[in-house]
């Protein structure tokens, strides 16, 4: 019998959508609130904190709260792509901000810090992600932010949390951090020390591969995070009912979702790890990896499902590999049920550091036999 003053799990508000129960009806699933604008009350005053689609809405403030739930966060607010929640943060930057960033990262948000340093919009400096002494060399007096994308895609270096917070606020600049392959379930990156936590909703926070979604949190409101809210206002770029309805859908599941993808990606990792056709696996759930401890620690060991294999032979072997598989799909994107596999220098460009050799994969909760074994199957095929 539960007690009366028993404090739900996160597991169990997830699962629940916050224990939703709709009053007058009986319904436990949020509904999806499409309006476009909302009356006034009697005495013209607005009812909630939106008047307008632009503001948000019922949908999207609950998955907000669920979020916030997950990160142990205060405050939360959902964008209508990942990208646009990094390009809402950029854009709060003072004029001529010095940012320091790592050298490989999702090169969507990289070729964004580039093109508004190309345009004099801001400064950048970078480092090595998980060289904590590159970093703090990096830092000036003057930096405004210091972004961390741990574990860092495509090669899975991990950065130590709690250590990047300390050199960042040593300068008076904030952390915001991208965990987005280690969703709150896992890391909770505002626990250790972070000022922003980032996360590319579309992907585990939402699991199904049906919607476009970024979140930031954070554990104190600020000056900052009001301009970041302005710049998701008028830039229209707040997460849409329905996208916010199938959100809230995926994160019920998130923890049963990335448990089983983080057992497959382990089977997967220690099976090829020695493999013939095979030259490095990328995985932090291998204890050979130079960041297990650190991540073991930062996710309780719920490693997740991405990791990246560097084939033997040439570039056209790997993407061979990716063509002849038939289980996993050639698509871009992570953290959905289905695996996915991709030939990450052909998606990110010539001009971005990544091994030509490394397949990317994104590990499902399918049976892990049948992963292996297409794996094997196109890795022999490319080889032949």
């Not at 890391?187 to 000022?195: I, P, S």
């Not at 996208?243 to 057992?263: H, P, Q, S």
């Not at 050639?330 to 596999?341: D, F, K, N, R």
Request: proline share 4%; with cysteine.
């Amino acid at each position: 019998m539960t007690k009366k003053n028993h404090t739900l799990s996160t597991e169990t508000k997830m699962a629940q959508a916050l224990r939703y129960l709709d009053k007058e009806t009986g319904a436990i699933v949020p509904p999806i609130q499409s309006t476009a604008t909302y009356a006034r009350d009697s005495n013209y005053e607005i009812k909630k904190p939106y008047w307008y689609r632009r503001d948000g809405n019922e949908t999207t403030s609950h998955a907000e709260k669920m979020v916030a739930e997950l990160e142990d966060a205060t405050e939360t607010l959902l964008f209508a792509s990942g990208m646009s929640a990094a390009t809402s943060v950029i854009d709060s930057l003072n004029p001529n901000a010095h940012v320091v960033i790592p050298k490989a990262m999702y090169h969507g948000v990289l070729n964004q810090f580039q093109t508004y340093e190309t345009k004099k919009r801001l400064k950048i400096s970078y480092y090595t992600a998980g060289n904590l002494e590159e970093l703090s060399n990096a830092m000036q007096n003057n930096t405004s932010l210091v972004w961390v994308e741990t574990p860092n895609n495509p090669d899975w270096a991990v950065t130590d949390i709690s250590k990047a917070a300390d050199i960042a606020h040593s300068k008076g600049a904030k952390l915001l951090t991208d965990c987005t392959a280690t969703p709150p379930c896992a890391t909770k990156a505002l626990n250790f020390g972070a000022d922003i936590s980032m996360h590319s909703a579309t992907k585990y926070l939402n699991g199904h591969s049906d919607i476009t979604s970024g979140s930031l949190s954070i554990k104190s409101s600020d000056a900052f995070w009001e301009e970041i809210a302005l710049n998701r206002k008028l830039q229209g770029s707040v997460l849409q009912s329905f996208d916010a309805f199938l959100l809230i859908r995926g994160m019920r599941t998130l923890f049963l979702r990335f448990e089983k993808a983080t057992e497959n990606a382990t089977r997967i990792a220690h099976h090829f790890e020695h493999h013939k056709l095979i030259e490095k696996v990328l995985y932090p759930g291998l204890a050979s990896h130079p960041g297990h401890a650190i991540q073991a620690a930062q996710t309780s060991r719920l490693f997740g499902g991405m990791m990246s294999l560097i084939t033997k032979g040439n570039k056209q072997t790997a993407i061979d590999v990716a063509r002849y598989c038939n289980v996993f799909y050639p698509a871009t994107s992570l953290g959905g049920v289905e695996s996915l596999i991709e030939h990450r220098a052909t998606v990110s460009g010539d001009d971005f550091p990544v091994h030509p050799n490394l397949l990317r994969l994104s590990i499902g909760i399918e049976d892990v036999n049948d992963l292996i074994d297409d794996l094997e199957q196109a890795l022999e095929r490319a080889n032949t």
